[in-house]
């Protein structure tokens, strides 16, 4: 009987041991200012930029371990330093803009002790320099233009 005893208390400490902490869903952990970007009509071969950002919304700091893209046309620079409870880091994000069509990417960022990434999108439309001048063509000025008809 002592042995059944020792086996099981023994038993239960290596389990407990080796336990570790669940993993936390990521929206529990941060929160972006948007989820999506739309760049709207971009120029073939000029490269745009944008800059998530990234709020810790726990009481501990949040390390971002990784930010990758679903194409290597979507270059994501992810924070280096741990962003500290309530504080905001950037994610900046650049796309090459290389090939004429439809933007619809995505951007997976990775983060310490959460169960999946937190996904974030860029959105948009590349157009070919012509056509980019003449879509430039029907857009207002400023504020009080009008487009061209």
Same mark, same amino acid.
């Given at each position: 009987?002592?042995?059944?005893?020792?086996?099981?208390?023994?038993?239960?400490?290596?389990?407990?041991?080796?336990?570790?902490?669940?993993?936390?869903?990521?929206?529990?952990?941060?929160?972006?200012?948007?989820?999506?970007?739309?760049?709207?009509?971009?120029?073939?071969?000029?490269?745009?930029?944008? *800059?998530?950002?990234?709020?810790?919304?726990?009481?501990?700091?949040?390390?971002?371990?990784?930010?990758?893209?679903?194409?290597?046309?979507? *270059?994501? &620079?992810?924070? &280096?330093?741990?962003? &500290? %409870?309530?504080?905001?880091?950037?994610?900046? *994000?650049?796309? %090459?803009?290389?090939?004429?069509?439809?933007?619809?990417?995505?951007?997976?960022?990775?983060?310490?002790?959460?169960?999946?990434?937190? *996904?974030?999108?860029?959105?948009? &439309?590349?157009?070919?320099?012509?056509?980019?001048?003449?879509?430039?063509?029907?857009?207002?000025?400023?504020?009080?233009?009008?487009?061209?008809?």
């Amino acid at each position: 009987m002592k042995k059944i005893f020792l086996l099981a208390a023994a038993f239960a400490l290596t389990t407990a041991a080796f336990a570790q902490p669940a993993p936390v869903k990521v929206d529990e952990v941060i929160k972006m200012n948007v989820e999506t970007h739309d760049f709207g009509k971009i120029k073939q071969g000029i490269p745009v930029t944008y *800059v998530f950002e990234i709020k810790n919304i726990t009481k501990a700091p949040v390390v971002i371990t990784n930010a990758s893209a679903s194409c290597g046309c979507t *270059v994501p &620079e992810k924070p &280096e330093q741990p962003i &500290e %409870s309530g504080k905001t880091a950037p994610l900046k *994000v650049q796309f %090459s803009a290389a090939a004429v069509g439809p933007i619809n990417k995505d951007v997976y960022i990775t983060v310490a002790g959460a169960d999946a990434p937190k *996904v974030v999108h860029i959105t948009g &439309e590349v157009l070919t320099p012509e056509a980019y001048e003449e879509y430039m063509k029907t857009q207002p000025k400023s504020k009080d233009d009008k487009p061209k008809n």
